[in-house]
């Protein structure tokens, strides 16, 4: 049988770029897919619109609450079975000052500088059948952005501080 999906969207925002269907798991005897599809504005930015789908009475079901990174934010997805037998979402996002940027004549916290980064965990919750975020916090330090390195590396930095608010059950 053949499924469609399309991903959250607006007037403003319409996730039809670089679309991407990568299967993560089973559940239930159902694919779990992590399905990706990108915005771009045309600038230095761009936005990618997250799913981790299965197929509940014959459609597609988003397990996922509304999860949307830009360009400079990383995400994986970790196998923690102590915490979940599926697998849970991890992202950094950056974090733009952007009225520091303004005020400021060095304009040091330019769009693709180094920033701090918001950091999410989604971790399946099996009484709702969704996944839930478990863990959000900003991060102390900032993380080269950009403008300094090729790829966004902040989650294996955050590692040890993301599996203890997992370990101690923070929610968000």
Known sequence: MAHCYEPFGNK???FALEPKAT???QLDGHDLTLFTAMFSGCGSGALTDFS???VRDEEFVNLLPKVQLTNQSEYKLWSLPRFSKLPILVNADFIWDFDAMQKSKYKEETHLASHRYRIEAFVFDTKSGRYLKKVHYETARKYPGLDEVDEINVLDAERQAILAKLHQGQTY
């Open 12 to 14: 403003d925002y319409i």
């Open 23 to 25: 299967p993560v798991g």
């Open 52 to 54: 981790l789908l299965t």
